[in-house]
């Protein structure tokens, strides 16, 4: 067996092995640490990986020196697909969403009282995206850091994102079985919608991951996702339907998301001679 697919069974085991014990544990007790702690179960296992199989290679690419197109497209695409299917549902639905200031007391609870929403955005968006970018490093230095290089360059870039993608989201089923992650909605549309989304969306990740040379673009479009979703638009939403339209089960994000996937292909593609994720030697 190759060093690449020996080191592969080790990432993945270790894994989700150790990931489904935390998850465990969350779902029976639903406390906070052993969520904070799930989400680094990746980057950790990543990182000693990185040291055993490939040491000095560089492979988790965490670097900064990126082209500002890609930091850009790291933020603008999530605003995107998620503000915009939002918006449409909110619009289908006729939303009686009160509009943002009733989101400081939504998400602060009490310490919210009396905030003006736009205030609250604006004041709390770079805190919040640091706080994000913490936890969503932790699983990015794992999936798109050591993980996709290695699977590119043993299975070449189609069967990688599709490796990728699919252990991710198999990653969070426990969660969503257990009813503690994205369980407002029918638990088998549930299931097969986030599956779809989560496919859909690691084609983005990886290309981004791909055609930067860093894995600091994928933290950058994760830390932008969950923020958007989980801090500013679920807690704008009031109607149940709404996951139905719009996040991470919503059709209309599925849609939105698969055609800016489609266009990532056409382009990667085209610039397939200069990706520089393969830091592996041939």
């Not at 014990?21 to 950790?44: A, C, H, K, N, R």
Request: glycine letters at 8%.
């Amino acid at each position: 067996m190759s060093k690449e697919k020996k080191s592969l069974l080790v990432f993945y085991g270790i894994t989700l092995t150790v990931s489904l014990i935390f998850e465990l544990l969350y779902i029976f007790t639903q406390s906070d640490l052993f969520v904070s702690i799930l989400m680094w179960i990746p980057g950790i296992t990543g990182i000693v990986c990185s040291k055993v199989f490939f040491k000095n290679q560089g492979i988790l690419g965490f670097k900064f020196k990126i082209k500002p197109l890609y930091i850009i497209l790291s933020i603008v695409i999530p605003v995107i697909y998620l503000v915009l299917t939002y918006t449409l549902a909110w619009v289908v639905l006729k939303d009686p969403t009160t509009g943002t200031g009733t989101l400081p007391k939504t998400v602060l609870g009490e310490l919210g009282e009396g905030i003006p929403g736009g205030i609250y955005i604006a004041v709390s968006f770079i805190p919040f995206l640091i706080f994000s970018a913490l936890s969503a490093a932790g699983e990015e230095l794992g999936w798109r850091g050591f993980a996709y290089p290695v699977l590119e360059k043993v299975f070449g870039p189609v069967k990688a994102v599709l490796i990728n993608g699919f252990i991710w989201a198999l990653w969070h089923l426990p969660l969503i079985l257990g009813k503690v992650y994205q369980s407002n909605v029918n638990i088998v549309y549930g299931i097969v919608s986030f599956i779809v989304l989560v496919m859909l969306v690691t084609v983005i990740y990886c290309w981004l991951r791909s055609v930067s040379g860093s894995v600091i673009t994928a933290i950058l479009l994760h830390a932008v996702h969950n923020e958007l979703d989980q801090l500013y638009l679920q807690p704008l939403s009031s109607n149940e339907k709404v996951p139905y339209f719009a996040g991470e089960q919503g059709i209309f994000t599925i849609a939105v998301v698969a055609i800016i996937a489609v266009l990532a292909i056409i382009v990667w593609k085209k610039n397939k001679h200069s990706r520089n994720t393969s830091v592996l030697p041939d």
